[in-house]
């Protein structure tokens, strides 16, 4: 008796989950035009594949119109306050045959002029001196990018300034001022 009833209730289950899958994505199985799409042959595929090849993507993060050359980092590097190196100068130093910048500490700031690169040094707001210097590609092995040093250059009575900036590195040789003339 026991398995008449669990064989009847096995065939009543059965039968009534039948009734509500009716409709449902399994009455579409093992058919090809499934939501009535046809199928693709393989010279066709090929032909979408080539299509596809020779079209570059466009960037939607960088707006219609507009260039973007530089990298976020170099983006976030010029939002920054400007803040000057400083140098102390421990010699006078002859710039001109008529001008001597003396001992002190002064605060650098580059510039290009017409290609030229000139290192301008303040005291407060007030331009203590111009130099120009020569423009390369070295960083002189500086950890930071904003610097200026006074450095030997290897010859008697000369100093060599390096300056590094996000824009430029430069140099210039100077003559050390004698004593007499200052």
Known sequence: ??????ILFIIIFTIGTASYADGDLWDNFGDQNVYGQEPVSDEDFEKALESKKG???RNKNIPKGEEFRQSNETDTINKMPESLPIIC????IK?????????????AKGELRN???IIQ??????????IPAIETNDDFNEPEINFIKMIDSGKENQVKFIFGSVDFNAYA??????QDNY
């Open 95 to 107: 710039l001109n045959k008529t001008a001597i910048l003396p001992v002190g500490h002064y605060q």
């Open 121 to 130: 040094l303040y005291q407060s707001q007030n331009l203590m001196a111009e």
């Open 1 to 6: 008796m026991k398995n008449i009833i669990v």
């Open 115 to 117: 290609g030229t690169p």
């Open 55 to 57: 079209k570059k993507k």
């Open 173 to 178: 040789i100077l003559e050390i001022a004698n």
């Open 89 to 92: 100068v421990s010699a006078p």
